[in-house]
Nanobody
Framework: QVRLVESGGGLVQPGGTLRLSCAASGFTGTIYYMSWYRQAPGEERELVAIASVDGTINYANSVKGRFTIFRDKNMVYLQIDSLKSEDTAVYYC???????????WGQGTQVTVSS
């Protein structure tokens, strides 16, 4: 089965930069959609960025211009610039097939933005 493992979270100051990584394993071929979600305490899980296998990328309006998603082989990255306190959340990597069906979720990595 597909497995996803995130890393790169931590405590950062407002205005800082963070790069999250997600390593996918347990598959052959390609994963059609890889994406990043986040979930803040008491909030619903929110899609923040998604990248299809053909390179098409979409971002949530709230992160557009600050977040960058990038795929390379079995990896997907999320570059976060100009961090805000509102970005504080657990960030999850997600894999979906070409029909949109879920293949796997990562365990999550905590991002805390605080001075």
């Amino acid at each position: 089965q597909v497995r996803l493992v995130e890393s790169g979270g931590g405590l950062v100051q407002p205005g800082g930069t963070l790069r999250l990584s997600c390593a996918a394993s347990g598959f052959t071929g390609t994963i059609y959609y890889m994406s990043w979600y986040r979930q803040a305490p008491g909030e619903e899980r929110e899609l923040v960025a998604i990248a299809s296998v053909d390179g098409t990328i979409n971002y949530a309006n709230s992160v557009k211009g600050r977040f960058t998603i990038f795929r390379d082989k079995n990896m997907v990255y999320l570059q976060i610039d100009s961090l805000k306190s509102e970005d504080t959340a657990v960030y999850y990597c997600h894999a979906q097939n070409s029909r949109g069906g879920a293949l796997a979720w990562g365990q999550g990595t905590q991002v805390t933005v605080s001075s």
